[in-house]
């Protein structure tokens, strides 16, 4: 049955992409903008002073919250570290405070992210049931997870989409290396032996309305791909697909002087798997990394 699919975020990367795909499927997408409202498709709100009326909920069946600063965009200062920190927690907890007022029962997909396992936790096998990591990302999403409370003390159905590293044409963490692997200089990034899990814009805008249709999932579900590789191999398929060479490695200390703190994440292992995505049915298009690498050359 169609639904009516708010959406925070609507306009980044992945919010502009799951409301094409909701919309192309029959749903009836909603945005939920920092301005005033100009027509039915739009909800106004001011997360940063955390104001959003319950009334402007009338209707929705499923909310998407993907609003949040880019956590790459700036190097890491004090200020900008507060920012992504307060746009995460303060947006969650507007969001979930609203939807406990709400007059009718409504999903929230909250989405979250990997970060939350910490940093590097090296070749160990990471799945929703790990315990978190240290490290100020890890710190981040505890909170921004926990924002949520009001939402499930009110009885509703929550679910945290850990999303991993999402392969975009010219977006994302992707880009960069992207446009280096278009000119022959991707290699491997300080050992190259740290464990990226990557997943599809395509798979993850599937896996968060798979999510949207499944009331019953609740809790941390990782949204990444099923076979995490290691930073050297996507490197590695992206320049084999392009016919290019990716010998030239980029030193991790040159990484921390240009990225500063951000660095130790891009230089972090993370192996973490999709346990709960799979047990409840979901099924990827592109489900190997030479498939992912194909489909993000296709659509660049």
Known sequence: MPQRVAITGASGMIGSAL???????????????????RTSAEISWDPSN??????????VDAV?????????????????????????????????TALAEADHPIRLVSQSAVGIYGSDRGDEVLTEDSQSGHGFLAEVVRAWEAAAEPARAAGLSVVHPRTGIVLAPGAGAMGP??????????????S?????????????????AFLVDRPEVSGPVNV?????ARQKDIAAELARQLHR???LPAPGMGLRLYLGEFANDILGSQRVVPTR??????????DTLPKAISWLLAHA
């Open 245 to 247: 060479p990716s010998l």
């Open 277 to 286: 995505l799979l047990e409840c049915g979901f099924e990827y298009e592109q």
């Open 50 to 59: 955390r104001q959003l009326e319950a009334a402007a909920l009338s209707g």
């Open 192 to 208: 190259g032996r740290q464990f990226w899990p990557w997943i599809t814009l395509h798979d993850t805008v599937r896996a968060l």
């Open 19 to 37: 409301s094409a795909f909701l919309s192309a499927r029959g749903d009836e997408v909603v945005h939920v903008v920092r301005r005033p409202a």
């Open 64 to 96: 998407v919250h993907l609003a949040g600063a880019n956590v790459g965009e700036e190097r890491w200062t004090p200020s900008r570290k507060q920012e992504i920190f307060a746009s995460r927690v303060d947006g969650t907890h507007t969001l979930a």
């Open 177 to 190: 290396l992207l446009r280096l692997a278009q000119l022959g200089l991707a290699g491997p990034l300080g």
């Open 224 to 228: 990444v791909g099923p076979a995490p």
